[in-house]
């Protein structure tokens, strides 16, 4: 009965991308634990990037002015 | 000083609904524990049907091709 | 598919009342929403009091001076 | 590493004070515990003031109907 | 810099099947979404059965009574 | 009303320092928003470094092995 919460910034995920998400980590917890795909919740919340800070900063300023230690991909 | 998190999918809850909500579990968590309603604190967080999975597929899918296992009024 | 998550204070809650929190919460959606039961997921949480604050005070101070604007029974 | 999830009422916080909460918190936590503020991320949740229930009243009536015993300024 | 969260019930998922989940779904992440997984965090919660509960009945009990409607392995 | 949730990993955060985070976020959200404190409710969870998990690794593994991008103090 694992409930999944997945968090992503909110810029530009595909309905395609969020389907292999769910279907991705519902297989990861029958593959490791054993757990029945049936009772596998997942949730995505996107978050707008004003809403997401790391380092104390908004991601909107880190995506107009990276950081060198912060990889692209991010 | 409870604290209560519900999530639903974006399914179209009304607003009178979701006071129905907030009322009722309140009212759960003074009957059970006698949990002081001014410190109880509700929050609905209403999930997009492509955000959502079960059984590894999103529910957007699921409300197209009901698998037979789920049942209905889910 | 709700989802539901409690957090309360570690303060003693029995088996019984956690049982009676999940049976009633999962019959307050079926009954507003009419959500499935059977994918609905209920997870209570119990915090340290030392964990949880309110008005800026751990709970564990609020209980041996308790405020008066914060009354009996929270 | 921290984890910050700071959850408010949609009720018009500026991208300016949403900033100001982001580094407020990370600030905090390498005042308080050391941690790296590379590695602190916090994420903030505006809910709607009809999906946000104390003392099991939506706040969107609170606004209206102030109780006494909640003071202004919440 | 997304955020999983993974909640289990806890029943005995080893240090290694915990690394495995940790290390699949930062994997999963990067493979959908080009994530960076430098700023991909993962928290494993594990509840107590008598804290989790599905169709309204705590997991404790589902275990020695299993419903026809849920499956083995969840 | 906020609500917010401060996770850190299990390493020792003392009941004065969980008091200083309580003190100091309800103080944060008071200066930045004007919001109550009376209604501004912490809950601060630890967890095992078993269970955190960042870059894909247990953080009980960086503590043994720590990786030069992550820098001390995290």
Same mark, same amino acid.
């Given at each position: 009965?694992?409930?999944?919460?997945?968090? +992503?910034?909110?810029?530009?995920?595909? =309905?395609?991308?969020?389907?292999?998400? +769910?279907?991705?980590? =519902?297989?990861?917890?029958?593959?490791?634990?054993?757990?029945? $795909?049936?009772?596998?919740?997942?949730? +995505?919340?996107?978050?707008?990037?004003?809403?997401?800070? +790391?380092?104390?900063? $908004?991601? =909107?300023?880190?995506?107009?002015? $990276?950081?060198?230690?912060?990889?692209?991909?991010?």
């Amino acid at each position: 009965m694992p409930y999944v919460n997945i968090k +992503i910034t909110r810029e530009g995920a595909s =309905t395609e991308q969020k389907r292999q998400l +769910i279907e991705g980590v =519902t297989q990861l917890l029958n593959d490791v634990l054993g757990k029945n $795909p049936r009772t596998t919740c997942v949730v +995505i919340d996107e978050v707008d990037t004003d809403n997401w800070g +790391i380092a104390g900063v $908004p991601v =909107t300023e880190l995506r107009k002015h $990276p950081p060198s230690w912060l990889e692209s991909g991010d």
